[in-house]
């Protein structure tokens, strides 16, 4: 069943998707553009082309692999474990969901929809201005802390959550296409709940004695959390291709299909990064071998389709 109280707010942030899209190809084009920043986009495909264009082809697999492991590592650093650094994440974050979700959620009551949103992030705003008076005479400590939780998870948690089931829903619904299309507008919501995910995951592991949960929590956990937006854009792509080769099937659009994949791809993303990790580690010329061997799988699956 559908959750209620978002209706309008799938063409409010259609309206944002818009204006970001446009704002962001504008921001790529003038990087590309002469002349480029050292440590802009085409300042580091240059270093990269530099990097591996004069080393041999028994060199070129360690590095490509460094280079993997390297821009997946920094990927997960900036936008997930140290993203109270990001100011585009926060930015982001103050707009949508401190400005544009609210405003959305009340334009959505007063239109006639359901208002529990509005309830939820009105008692919000109450309970931080319960919190602000009882920090500034210094009262009921355990009652500010109870209070800070529950803000806590009501702000970065509940309503970006509420919202990306209630969008997601809808979006299980429409035509293939327009469903892909509908889940780059929905992804930015399912990003802020991984990325605020992965910091509790860090503050509950800050003070955990060395162990298998501290591993998990501190260096599995944050690329299962980063990969679930690419994972959920990539199924409503594999779905679309899916239909373009096949029209006669039905796709299986439902929440179990989506939450497999988003644990599957979440999981499976630490497997080869730590095979990768290994392989370069202990020996770089295993790196070689490992890429010769890919190329030989690949051709044979290749060769196989194609006959």
Do not use: C
Request: charged share 10%.
């Amino acid at each position: 069943m559908a959750l209620a109280g978002t209706e309008f707010l799938s063409g409010m942030l259609s309206v944002v998707a818009v204006v970001l899209l446009a704002a962001g190809l504008f921001l790529i084009f003038l990087d590309l553009g002469p002349p480029a920043p050292a440590d802009g986009l085409r300042g580091r495909l240059s270093r990269a082309w530099v990097q591996i264009g004069g080393l041999g082809w028994a060199k070129l697999p360690p590095v490509l692999i460094k280079q993997l492991i390297g821009g997946v590592e920094g990927y997960v650093s900036i936008w997930f474990t140290q993203s109270e650094q990001n100011t585009a994440s926060g930015g982001v974050f103050l707009v949508l969901v401190i400005l544009i979700i609210p405003v959305a959620a009340l334009a959505n009551a007063l239109l006639g929809g359901s208002p529990i949103l509005i309830w939820v992030i009105a008692l919000a705003f109450a309970g931080y201005a319960a919190l602000t008076i009882l920090g500034e005479i210094r009262l009921a400590a355990g009652v500010r802390w109870v209070l800070s939780v529950i803000l806590f998870s009501v702000i970065f948690f509940f309503v970006p959550g509420y919202v990306f089931v209630s969008l997601t829903e809808r979006v299980l619904h429409m035509p293939i296409g327009h469903a892909l299309l509908g889940s780059f507008l929905i992804v930015p919501l399912l990003y802020f709940v991984a990325q605020f995910s992965v910091l509790v995951s860090a503050l509950g592991a800050r003070d955990m004695p060395a162990g298998a949960l501290k591993t998990i929590l501190n260096d599995h956990y944050p690329n299962f959390a980063a990969a679930l937006p690419v994972a959920y854009v990539l199924v409503f792509a594999a779905l679309l291709a899916g239909h373009l080769s096949a029209e006669e099937t039905a796709l299986p659009m439902t929440w179990r299909m989506l939450l497999v994949a988003l644990a599957g791809v979440g999981a499976a993303t630490n497997v080869p990064m730590a095979m990768l990790k290994q392989v370069i580690s202990n020996r770089p010329t295993n790196a070689a071998r490992l890429g010769w061997l890919g190329v030989g799988i690949g051709a044979i699956a290749l060769i196989t389709l194609i006959l």
